[in-house]
């Protein structure tokens, strides 16, 4: 079983999770490389910058749980 960790989450890999969430993913919205995730139902938004580390990946991995997914379908998602 490959260990979990927040230091090695790249943004392609929050991004491929997003949508197999079912979570709303727009890359071609306003300028640069942040990306704005949406949830479907409660129109909820989070961006999701490009050069990410440890407490950054916390922080999104927290955002999700808020928005009511479990800890094992987060990190389903992110393999």
Same mark, same amino acid.
């Given at each position: 079983m490959p260990s979990r960790s927040f230091? $090695?989450?790249?943004q392609s890999q929050w991004i491929k999770a997003c949508t197999k969430l079912g979570l709303i993913v727009e890359t071609k919205h306003g300028k640069g490389s942040h990306v704005?995730?949406?949830?479907?139902?409660t129109e909820h938004k989070y961006t999701i910058q490009n050069n990410l580390h440890k407490f950054i990946n916390m922080k999104i991995f927290k955002k999700m749980l808020e928005w009511g997914f479990d %800890? %094992?379908?987060i990190w $389903?998602?992110?393999k």
């Open positions: 230091s $090695d989450i790249t704005l995730i949406k949830h479907p139902n %800890e %094992e379908q $389903d998602a992110l």
